[in-house]
């Protein structure tokens, strides 16, 4: 017996909501009338955050043309671009097979310590690093200790969700201090440093024949290095802490580029 002849449209919609997105894709395979179902805008406004809305009204994206677009080709743009919110300070998009929210906190929105002192850091514009996201990021000059971090609101990203935390960085081509000093990277929420801080110690420039490398190299020409991770049970936790540090004393000579902290679900 036919299904589709069975339960009217919306039925099927409606089940197929219950899947998840690459359920849904296969489900638009089936027949064309799974294909209705299956893309209708009732499946994928389940698979949006709650909150897309007021995501996209804050965004400096043309808010009008997406508005537009269709639920199911909403998500998938979210997916594949990044949005600038929050005055162009923080990116969002979404986690393809989940829906799940992606954050980066970009570098303006980061404590670093010294981070105004023209002697210690400067602020390279977009136009000389067109790579980033951001209209700014931060270049390290000269410090005797280093200390960024990044806060975010648990609110913000999903809920009962595992988020692994990411420094996004790149060295200029000269630089001195990183090639066998360990930094420390941590990540924990605020207030329960002692429950759930847990450090790690990396040399973020090891020499060239040392494996494997502490980092990774992403297609957007950047590299990425693990802080850390944590569980975001109900989004009422509080605010995540992601910090970079190294309090030890000594010359650490520029070469350092933050464009900002990433928190993904973790897959």
């Known amino acids: 017996m036919d299904i589709c002849v069975v339960l009217p449209e919306e039925c099927i919609s409606r089940i197929i909501s219950f899947t998840s997105p690459r359920d849904a894709c296969r489900s638009s395979v089936v027949s064309p009338a799974f294909k209705s179902a299956a893309d209708s805008d009732a499946v994928w406004e389940i698979f949006l955050p709650s909150d897309y809305q007021q995501i996209i009204s804050g965004s400096s994206s043309t808010t009008t043309t997406l508005v537009s677009l269709s639920k199911k080709d909403l998500y998938f743009y979210l ?159 509080g605010i995540v802490v992601c910090s970079l540090f190294d309090f030890h004393g000594g010359n650490i000579k520029g070469g350092l580029i933050v464009e900002g902290i990433e928190l993904r679900p973790k897959i």
């Open 79 to 237: 997916c594949d671009n990044h949005l600038l919110v929050n005055n162009g300070t923080l990116s969002f998009s979404l986690n393809k097979e989940s829906g799940k929210k992606c954050y980066m906190v970009g570098a303006r929105r980061l404590s670093i310590a010294w981070g105004d002192e023209p002697r210690y850091w400067t602020w390279t514009d977009q136009r000389l690093l067109p790579e980033s996201r951001f209209a700014e990021v931060a270049e390290l000059k000269y410090v005797w200790w280093l200390d960024v971090k990044g806060r975010l609101e648990t609110k913000t990203l999903s809920s009962k969700t595992n988020y692994v935390v990411y420094l996004v960085f790149k060295f200029a081509n000269s630089r001195h201090g990183f090639e066998s000093r360990p930094m420390e990277l941590s990540v924990h929420l605020e207030g329960s440093e002692s429950e759930t801080r847990r450090n790690k110690r990396v040399v973020l420039d090891p020499p060239r024949n040392s494996l494997p490398r502490p980092y990774q190299r992403r297609g957007d020409g950047w590299m990425e290095i693990e802080m850390g991770e944590f569980f975001n049970e109900h989004g009422e936790d």
